[in-house]
C-alpha cells in the first residue's frame, strides 16, 4: 500500500512576529507565498513595539511599527496564530509538517471588537510585564495598545475566575460574547509548509539580585528598556521618567554600558552591538526632555559604526550635552538615605578616582535568545555558536545549518532594527530560492471590475455612522447622528452599524449603494488610516470608484479623547460629519495608473553584493542583467585574503563570478556601462553601453549595487615612505611573504573617518586591524603590535577577536581626537608618538611598518547613477535610503533598491545580507503582473506653470521635472501624494487630486458651520 | 546530635578566642559536635598563597587529609582557612595537586557560617531563641574572602550574600540591606599600612551608621578585629562626629549566644573594645 507522501508546499512558517518576522512575511506575500506568523504572545510586535523612539532618526518606534503591523494583519496571505510555539518540525525543505502548539486566549478574535469593556470591568491587577512591571494591568489585558489581533488574552494565573472558580465579569460585559472562559485548552495543529524562518528575537540578558550592579536590589537601577518604557508616552509614567523608590523625577542619571556583554567572567564575551546607541539615544531624549537633567554615559567603547550613528553621538555630546566618561565601572553603591546611586570611576583628567551621585542608573545589559526558544533550536538539531545563537553562515548569513530553516533578526546574533529588517528581507529571498520550483505561480491581485460610470449623476450621498460597540455610541448619541446626516444636501440614505467594519455590514453597504443608486459614501467611525483601504474595497466590489469614498473619525478623534463630555463630542461628531459629507458630494473618480510589469531586474555593480542580488533573483527565476564597469565581476572582494573570522573573499567572489556567468537567469555585461535611465517602477529602460556597441535594456526593478573603494590617505607619510601602508596592503604583504616581518608595527585607526570632513565610521577598520595584528603576532610571537585607536569596535561576535588580540600581547592605546598620534621621519625611519592614558606616559616608538587602517568611500560613479535616477546621497556620497531603519534596502523612488558598499561601509556578510534582501524586495514587485499607483497624486495645470521651480526643490521624493518646454511634469507613477508641491506652487498650478481646493475648502466650510 | 570534623583556625587559637568560645557555646546548644581535626596546623592563609603556591596548597591539604581520616564533612570557621582548604580540596579532585593526601568526593566542607543558614539549621536555631532580638538593627558584613572567587567558594548570589542575613532575622534582628557586605575591610593591610586599613574600616562604618545599623554582623575573625580594635581610633580623629554611636562589631555566633541567653558568651562579649553590652541590655529591657 503506498503511504500518501505530503506534498510540496510553498508556505512558509515565520516563528516569530517582532520587526524581522513582520517584515519577512510581508516580503514573502508580496512575492505570492501563504505565510503563518507565529508568535508566543498575545500580540505581534515584539521587543520594537516596546522602544520610544529609535535611533538615528528619533522616529518614534509606534508610529513606525503600527504600519508593519498593520500591513501584515491585512495582507491576505499572512496568517497570524499567536499565542502558539513550534513544537516540532518533520520533514524535508519544499514538504515539511509543523506542529504547533496554540495556547487558548479565552477570546474569540472573529467576535472580539476590541472596546475594552471587559478590561475596564476586570478587578483583579497584575504586574504589567509589558511595561518591566513598573506598572499594573488586569487579568484580562491587550499587551499593548496597538496589539494585533486586537482582542485581549486572559492571564490565567492572575484571573479570579480560573483561580478561585468565581467573577467572569468580562465575559457578562462583553457585547458580541467575545470572552468565552471555559474554551480553554491547548490545540495542536499541524500545517504542511515548505520553509520555516525563525526570528524568536532577544531578551536582555540580566543578573538578578547578584548582580554587581544592583538591578533587582536597589530599586533604582533600572534596564535599557524599563527605561525606555519610562520615555515612552504610552508607558507607565505618560513620557515622564519617575524614580522607582520614591516617585521623584530623577534628575541625574547614569549609563553603565557592557552589562552582561562583553564578560569573560560570565561567558558572555561577545558585544550586543546596539548598546551603545541605545544609550546614547536614551540619554539625548532625556536631556531633550528636561534641560535640567544630567547624563553620564559611562563606557569601555562608544559602538558608533552604523550608517551615520557618529554623527548622531556628536550631537548627544555637543548639542544635548550628554557627557560620556570612559571608565567601566565595577559595582554601583546605593546611598542608604536617600536611594540615589554611588558610582566610583577613574578621572582621566586628574588621573584620580572620582565619585559622583546619581538619582537613576540605567543598565545597558546585553542580548541574549529568548530562553524559551532554546529546547526548539535543541529539537531542531540547529548548530548554534558558543553563546547560544543561531550560527550563522558567512556565505548564506539567513540560513541555518539545517536545510529548509532559515534565520533572521536578533536570533543569529545581536543587531539593530536596520539589520535585522535587512536579515529578514535576505531570508525571505534565501526561502522564494528555495521553494521557486514549487511556486504555486498564482498572482493574487485586485480583480477589475467594471464601475459604474457616475461622472453625469448629481451626487447621491450615503452616510453610515458607527457605534464601534460602545466606544463611539458609549459618548455619542448615534442614532441622532444617523437622522442628522439624512438632513444634510446629496444624503440620500443613512444608517447606523454596531459594527461597520465587519463582514456583514460590508453586504448592507453594497445593498444599500444598489438600491439607492449611491455614489458616494460616507462613513462617520474611526480612522482611515486602518480601515479606508477595507471601505474603499467594498465600493469597488459594489462598482463605485473607491476614490468615492470619505471618512470622519469620530472615535479615536472624537469619543476616545471625549469621552467625559458627551454632549460636546456628539457636536463636534455632527460637525465632523457635516465637514465629511460636503467634501465627499465634490469627490471625483480617479483613475489608477496601472504598469504592465515587466519580469527582470538590472543590477548596477558586479561586487559580491550585485553579484548575490543577481543570483538571488535568478534562482527565483527572474531575469536579470548584471551591469559591471571593470573586466571581471567582484569588486572590492578580489583584493581581501581572509576576512577576519578565516573565510576567503576570493574563493567566494570565483564562485559567484562562475555561478553568474553560467546561471540561465543572468545576462552579464562586463567592462559597461548603464546610461538613459528612464522610466518607472514596473517599466524602466536603459541603454548598456560596452565597447562602443550599444544594447537598450529594459526591466521592471533596478539594484544599485555600485561598490566602494579604499579611501587613499594623505596623512602620515603615506606613499612617500616605504614603511607606510593601508591594512589591505599589509594583508596582502603577509599572506604573499613580501619582504620582512617587522618586529614593531603601529598600527593608527579612524584614518579618513570620523573628521570634519567625513564624521562617519567606517566600520570594518577595527577589525582589520585586529585581523592583522593577530596575524602578524602569531608569525612572530617575539614581535610587538601597537593599535592606536579611538574606539574599538569590534562588535557581535568579532569581540572574542579583539579579546584574542590582547591575549595575544598586541597593546592598545586609546588617543583622543585633539591629540592625535605624531609621526616623524629621522634618517629614513618612522618615528611615532603617542600619549597613552593608561599608563599616563608619553610614547616614543619606531615601528618598522605603519599601518593605516583607512576607511571606506563610495565609488564615483555613484554619482551619475544617482543623477541619472533622481536618487538621494548623503553628503558623504553614499545613497539615501527611503528611511534608514525600516527600509534600509528601498529608495523612495519605487521600484529601486539598493544593497552593499554603496550604502555605507559594511562587512562581506552584511553586503550579502542585503543583497539576498534587495533581491526579495525587488522580486516582491517583480512576481506581479500589474502595479497600480494610488490615484492620490499631483497634476500640473500646464498653463498655469511658470517654471519657477518651486516644486522639484521641494519635493521629497524628487518627483517634478522639467519637460523640455520647461513646464513641471509629474510622474503619477512616482508621486507618493504628500501634497507639498501643491501647497508651495506660487501660481497654484498643481492640484493633489482627491485634496483639491475646492474639497478641502467645502469641508472646511461645513465643519466649522453650526 | 549533628557530628562534624572542625577545623578552627590559628586566629581563634589566639586573638579571636571570643569567637572561638561563642561557637563553642552555640554548637552545644544546637546539638552539632564539632571534632577538632588531630594536630591541625596552620592552613597558610594569606602568608603562604602570596609567597609559594605549591606550598599555599599542601599547608591546607594536610589538614583536609587527616579530617577526611575522620570520615566526616568539615567545618571550617575562619572564611579564609575555608577558601583554602576548598581550593586544596579542588585542586586534588582535579587532580592537579600531587602528594600523599587523599580527598573522598562525598565528604563536603562546610564554612560554619553557611551551615547554620541552611534551611533545617534554621529551624533548630528558632526553636531555642529565647530572647529574640526583636528591634535590633544589623547590618551583615561578610567581608572579601568568604564569597571570592565563586568557582572555590561555590557562592551563587556572590555579589549579594544572604546567609548572615538569614541568620540575623531567625535571632529576632533586623538585617538592613547594603552595599557594602563584601567590601574589603583591609585584612592584614593594617600592619604594614595602617593608614590603608583606617580608611577602609572608616568607610565602611560609615556606611554601616548610615543605613541605619546599630552593629555590625561578621563571620570573619580578621574582619571582626579591623572593625572593632580600629573603631576607637577612628572615632578620636578631627574629622569624627562624637554625637554618632559606636557600632559593636558582633560574630553571628555571639549573636545567636545572646538570643539563645548563653551567659557563657558574657566574658568574650567584654573583650570587644566597642562594647555591645550596654545595647544589647537596652534592647533586651524592652
Known amino acids: 500500500m503506498l503511504i500518501p507522501e505530503p506534498k510540496f508546499s510553498d508556505a512558509v512558517l515565520v516563528v516569530g512576529a517582532g520587526i524581522a518576522g513582520m517584515q519577512t512575511a510581508l516580503d514573502l506575500a508580496a512575492m505570492n507565498h501563504s505565510v503563518y506568523l507565529l508568535d508566543r504572545s498575545a500580540t505581534i510586535g515584539g521587543n520594537m513595539a516596546r522602544l520610544d523612539k529609535t535611533f538615528p532618526t528619533n522616529d518614534c518606534s509606534t508610529c513606525m511599527i503600527s504600519p508593519r503591523m498593520v500591513a501584515c494583519a491585512r495582507n491576505p496571505r499572512i496568517k497570524i496564530i499567536t499565542l502558539a510555539e513550534l513544537m516540532d518540525l518533520q520533514g524535508e525543505p519544499g514538504r515539511f509538517t509543523a506542529s504547533i502548539r496554540r495556547h487558548p486566549r479565552y477570546v474569540d478574535e472573529k467576535l472580539c471588537i476590541g472596546c475594552r469593556q471587559c478590561v475596564e470591568k476586570c478587578p483583579k491587577k497584575a504586574p504589567n510585564a509589558f511595561n518591566a512591571s513598573l506598572d499594573s494591568r488586569k487579568a484580562i489585558h491587550f499587551v499593548h495598545p496597538q496589539a494585533i489581533p486586537m482582542a485581549p488574552a486572559v492571564d490565567t494565573a492572575n484571573c479570579i475566575y480560573f483561580q478561585k472558580g468565581r467573577c467572569r465579569a468580562c465575559e457578562k460585559v462583553c457585547p458580541t460574547k467575545a470572552v468565552k472562559l471555559d474554551e480553554g485548552k491547548p490545540e495542536d495543529l499541524q500545517i504542511e509548509v515548505g520553509a520555516v524562518i525563525l526570528s524568536a528575537g532577544f531578551e536582555l540578558a540580566l543578573v538578578p539580585q547578584a548582580g554587581e550592579y544592583g538591578h533587582g536590589r536597589y530599586p533604582n537601577v533600572v534596564t535599557s528598556l524599563e527605561y525606555e518604557r519610562m520615555l515612552s508616552a504610552t508607558g507607565p509614567f505618560g513620557g515622564h521618567p519617575q524614580r522607582p523608590s520614591d516617585g521623584a523625577k530623577p534628575g541625574r542619571i547614569a549609563w553603565i554600558q557592557c552589562v552582561a556583554s562583553r564578560d569573560s567572567a560570565r561567558n558572555r564575551n561577545f558585544c550586543s552591538s546596539v548598546c551603545c546607541m541605545a544609550a546614547v539615544k536614551q540619554a539625548l531624549i532625556t536631556r531633550e526632555h528636561d534641560a535640567e537633567s544630567e547624563a553620564a554615559i559611562f563606557y569601555m567603547d562608544i559602538r558608533a559604526h552604523g550608517k551615520d550613528f557618529d554623527r548622531y553621538v556628536l550631537r548627544a555630546k555637543d548639542t544635548y550635552g550628554v557627557r560620556f566618561v570612559r571608565s567601566m565601572l565595577s559595582q554601583v553603591v546605593q546611598n542608604p538615605e536617600n536611594g540615589n546611586l554611588l558610582l566610583q570611576y577613574y578621572d582621566r583628567d586628574s588621573l584620580e578616582q572620582a565619585q559622583e551621585e546619581f538619582d537613576m542608573v540605567v543598565l545597558s545589559a546585553g542580548m541574549k535568545p529568548a530562553p524559551r526558544i532554546m529546547p526548539l533550536l535543541n529539537r531542531l538539531g540547529l548548530a548554534l555558536n558558543r553563546y547560544g545563537f543561531v550560527e550563522p553562515d558567512f556565505e548564506q548569513p539567513s540560513n541555518t545549518s539545517r536545510e529548509g530553516v532559515f534565520v533572521c533578526g536578533a536570533l543569529d546574533g545581536p543587531k539593530d532594527i536596520p539589520e535585522s529588517v535587512t536579515g529578514a528581507s535576505a531570508a525571505a529571498a534565501g526561502v522564494a530560492a528555495l521553494l521557486a520550483e514549487y511556486r504555486s505561480g498564482e498572482t493574487v491581485g485586485e480583480e477589475v471590475r467594471s464601475l459604474r460610470d457616475v461622472s453625469k449623476e448629481a451626487p447621491r450621498i450615503g452616510v453610515f455612522v458607527c457605534h464601534c460597540g460602545k466606544n463611539i455610541a458609549g459618548v455619542i448619541q448615534v442614532e441622532a447622528l444617523r437622522d442628522f446626516a439624512l438632513t444634510l444636501p446629496h444624503v440620500v440614505a443613512a444608517e447606523d452599524f454596531l459594527f461597520t467594519c465587519s463582514t456583514q455590514t460590508q453586504e448592507r453597504i453594497k445593498e444599500l449603494i444598489r438600491d439607492n443608486g449611491l455614489n458616494r459614501v460616507v462613513v462617520a467611525a474611526c480612522s482611515p488610516r486602518t480601515h479606508e483601504p477595507l471601505f474603499r474595497e467594498t465600493l469597488q466590489q459594489a462598482g463605485i470608484n473607491k476614490y468615492l469614498f470619505e471618512m470622519a473619525n469620530i472615535r479615536d478623534q472624537c469619543s476616545w479623547v471625549h469621552g467625559k463630555e458627551p454632549e460636546a463630542a456628539t457636536e463636534k461628531a455632527r460637525q465632523l460629519i457635516q465637514g465629511a459629507v460636503a467634501r465627499a458630494s465634490l469627490l471625483e473618480p480617479i483613475e489608477e495608473v496601472v504598469t504592465q510589469v515587466v519580469h527582470r531586474a538590472l543590477v548596477i555593480g558586479g561586487g559580491l553584493a550585485g553579484m548575490t542580488a543577481a543570483l538571488a533573483l535568478a534562482d527565483q527565476e527572474i531575469h536579470a542583467i548584471l551591469v559591471e564597469k571593470d573586466a571581471q565581476t567582484g569588486g572590492m572582494a578580489r583584493e581581501i585574503h581572509h576576512t577576519l573570522e578565516g573565510h576567503s573573499p576570493r574563493r567566494l567572489a570565483q564562485a559567484l563570478a562562475l555561478r553568474v556567468k553560467t546561471h540561465r537567469n543572468i545576462t552579464l555585461y562586463t567592462w559597461a556601462e548603464i546610461k538613459a535611465l528612464s522610466g518607472g517602477p514596473g517599466h524602466f529602460s536603459g541603454i548598456v553601453e560596452r565597447k562602443g556597441k550599444s544594447v537598450p535594456v529594459d526591466f521592471g526593478a533596478i539594484i544599485v549595487a555600485t561598490g566602494g573603494q579604499p579611501y587613499v590617505p594623505s596623512e602620515y607619510f603615506y606613499g612617500l615612505h616605504p614603511g607606510v601602508m593601508t591594512q589591505l596592503e599589509l594583508e596582502n604583504r603577509l599572506f604573499t611573504h613580501q619582504g620582512p616581518l617587522p618586529h614593531t608595527t603601529v598600527m593608527i585607526q579612524c584614518i579618513g573617518s570620523r573628521r570634519e570632513d567625513f564624521p562617519l565610521c567606517s566600520r570594518i577598520c577595527c577589525s582589520a586591524a585586529v585581523k592583522n595584528a593577530i596575524l602578524l603576532m602569531e608569525k612572530n610571537p617575539a614581535g610587538s603590535v601597537y593599535v592606536l585607536y579611538r574606539d574599538i569596535r569590534t562588535f557581535g561576535f568579532k569581540e572574542d577577536y579583539y579579546k584574542r588580540a590582547r591575549d595575544l600581547g598586541v597593546i592598545f592605546i586609546k588617543y583622543e581626537p585633539e591629540a592625535p598620534p605624531e609621526v616623524q621621519v629621522e634618517d629614513g625611519a618612522l618615528e611615532v608618538k603617542v600619549f597613552d592614558p593608561a599608563s599616563a606616559m608619553h610614547l616614543e616608538i619606531k615601528p618598522e611598518i605603519l599601518v593605516l587602517s583607512s576607511g571606506v568611500r563610495p565609488r564615483p560613479e555613484a554619482v551619475s547613477i544617482a543623477k541619472m535616477l533622481k536618487l538621494p546621497m548623503m553628503q558623504e556620497g553614499f545613497f539615501m535610503e527611503a528611511h534608514p531603519k525600516l527600509s534600509p534596502l528601498d529608495f523612495s523612488s519605487a521600484g529601486i533598491f539598493l544593497c552593499g558598499l554603496a550604502h555605507s561601509p559594511r562587512f562581506m556578510e552584511e553586503s550579502l545580507a542585503q543583497a539576498r534582501g534587495a533581491a526579495a524586495r525587488a522580486a516582491g514587485l517583480l512576481l506581479q503582473k500589474e502595479i497600480h499607483t494610488s490615484g492620490v497624486v499631483a497634476e500640473v495645470n500646464r498653463e498655469r506653470c511658470c517654471s519657477c521651480l518651486t516644486c522639484v526643490y521641494c519635493c521629497p521624493y524628487k518627483v517634478p521635472s522639467m519637460d523640455a518646454q520647461g513646464i513641471s511634469v509629474i510622474d503619477p507613477r512616482k508621486c507618493q501624494g504628500c501634497g507639498i508641491c501643491a501647497a508651495d506652487c506660487p501660481a497654484k498650478a498643481i492640484t493633489l487630486k482627491h485634496y483639491t481646493d475646492a474639497q478641502m475648502a467645502a469641508q472646511t466650510e461645513a465643519a466649522s458651520s453650526r | ?286
Not at chain 2, 579542588?90 to 563536603?108: H, I, R
Open chain 2, 1 to 286: 546530635m549533628t557530628r562534624l570534623a572542625y577545623y578552627p583556625g590559628c586566629a581563634l587559637q589566639s586573638m579571636n578566642w571570643d569567637y572561638r568560645e561563642s561557637i563553642k557555646e552555640v554548637v552545644a546548644a544546637l546539638d552539632i559536635e564539632l571534632m577538632e581535626i588531630e594536630g591541625w596546623t596552620c592552613c597558610g592563609a594569606t602568608a603562604a598563597h602570596s609567597l609559594d603556591e605549591k606550598m599555599s596548597l599542601a599547608l591546607p591539604a594536610r589538614n583536609l587529609s587527616a579530617s577526611q581520616q575522620m570520615g566526616l564533612d568539615l567545618a571550617v570557621a575562619c572564611p579564609m582557612c575555608f577558601k583554602r582548604l576548598s581550593h586544596s580540596r579542588q585542586m586534588l579532585l582535579q587532580q592537579k595537586l600531587s602528594g600523599p593526601w587523599t580527598v573522598d568526593p562525598n565528604l563536603a566542607i562546610y564554612d560554619l557560617a553557611r551551615f547554620l543558614a541552611t534551611d533545617s539549621m534554621l529551624e533548630q536555631i528558632k526553636s531555642r531563641v529565647i530572647l529574640p532580638l526583636t528591634g535590633l538593627r544589623v547590618v551583615c558584613y561578610y567581608g572579601c574572602q568568604v564569597v571570592r572567587p565563586p568557582k572555590i567558594t561555590g557562592f551563587e548570589d556572590y555579589e549579594n550574600p544572604q546567609h548572615l542575613d538569614r541568620i540575623a532575622a531567625v535571632a529576632g534582628a533586623t538585617p538592613i540591606d547594603w552595599s557594602f557586605k563584601a567590601t574589603c575591610c583591609g585584612a592584614s593591610m593594617g600592619i604594614p599600612k595602617k593608614e590603608i586599613g583606617l580608611s577602609l574600616v572608616k568607610k565602611l562604618l560609615h556606611w554601616a551608621h548610615a543605613s541605619g545599623a546599630q552593629a555590625i554582623v561578621v563571620c570573619c575573625p580578621l574582619c571582626q578585629s579591623n572593625l572593632d580594635l580600629y573603631q576607637p581610633e577612628i572615632r578620636r580623629q578631627a574629622d569624627a562626629d562624637p554625637t554618632t554611636p559606636a557600632l559593636p562589631i558582633l560574630y553571628y555566633t555571639e549573636l545567636l549566644g545572646i538570643a539563645f541567653g548563653l551567659e557563657a558568651i558574657l566574658p568574650g562579649l567584654n573583650s570587644h573594645l566597642v562594647d555591645p553590652l550596654p545595647l544589647i541590655t537596652q534592647l533586651l529591657n524592652h
